[in-house]
């Protein structure tokens, strides 16, 4: 049980470049989301998923797309990147119920240049 | 989503317990408390979740009085792997995803 795995764990990209960064969970958990953590602060909401085919902005959406296709993924992509989304991005996963418990992954350091 | 408030940082020794509070005085009657815990380079993980009293597992307790306005993380007996970033977080399930995450409190355990 692999939990949630995001990729890459690190990335260098130039401005304007486009990427995508993965995120996978094997729990069959309805819901899944984006954060980004600046140094120093908190966790901010981008994206998140209630489940397959559906998705919704958080705080932050602005300058990120994503899509969920499958139970399993839920790729983050950045259209056309900024130094301002320079920051640490985790992947969350948790199931409908009472219990809140979310499952983080160990984070993508991205910087733009 | 309730607001929270929680002190920026804490210093510890080694050995010692550890209590930080919370406050969320616009908390609803349908939320629940929860925190995580962050360390470095690391994702938030779980710790303890609560509705009202006590709640203890074999990490923390949560003390959550009657009025719910505020709650109380206790670490007992806290070691260096202890330091982290604790967060406090209220809401319910209609929630889903929306975990609100404030600033958190940095524990710094002390040899």
């Known amino acids: 049980n692999a939990g949630v795995t995001q990729t890459p764990k690190f990335q260098v990209l130039k401005t304007g470049q486009s990427m995508t960064l993965q995120c996978a969970q094997d729990?069959?958990?309805?819901?899944m989301s984006w954060y980004r953590q600046d140094p120093g602060m908190g966790l901010r909401l981008i994206h998140y998923?209630?489940?397959?085919?559906?998705?919704d902005q958080g705080e932050v959406p602005n300058g990120y797309n994503v899509s969920r296709s499958t139970t399993e993924d839920f790729p983050l992509r950045l259209l056309s990147a900024a130094p301002s989304q320079t920051s640490v991005y985790f992947c969350?996963?948790?199931?409908?119920?009472?219990?809140?418990?979310?499952?983080f992954g160990q984070g993508t350091r991205l910087t733009v240049v | 989503l309730a607001k929270t408030t929680q002190p920026i940082s804490m210093d510890s020794y080694e050995g010692q317990e550890v209590n930080i509070t919370c406050s969320h005085n616009?908390?609803?009657?349908?939320?629940?408390i929860t925190w995580y815990q962050q360390f470095p380079s690391q994702g938030p993980r779980f710790i303890i979740q609560?509705?009202?009293t006590k709640v203890t597992n074999e990490v923390a307790s949560l003390f959550i009085p009657a009025d719910r306005k505020s709650s109380t993380l206790s670490l007992p007996r806290v070691s260096l792997s202890d330091t982290a970033v604790y967060y406090c977080?209220?809401?319910?399930?209609?929630?889903?995803?929306?975990?609100?995450f404030g600033g958190g409190t940095r524990v710094l355990v002390k040899p």
């Open positions: 977080l209220v809401g319910d399930k209609a929630a889903g995803n929306k975990l609100t």
């Open positions: 998923s209630v489940g397959a085919g559906i998705t």
């Open positions: 616009n908390i609803a009657t349908n939320d629940y």
């Open positions: 609560g509705y009202k």
């Open positions: 729990m069959n958990h309805e819901y």
């Open positions: 969350a996963s948790r199931s409908w119920g009472w219990e809140t418990e979310a499952f």
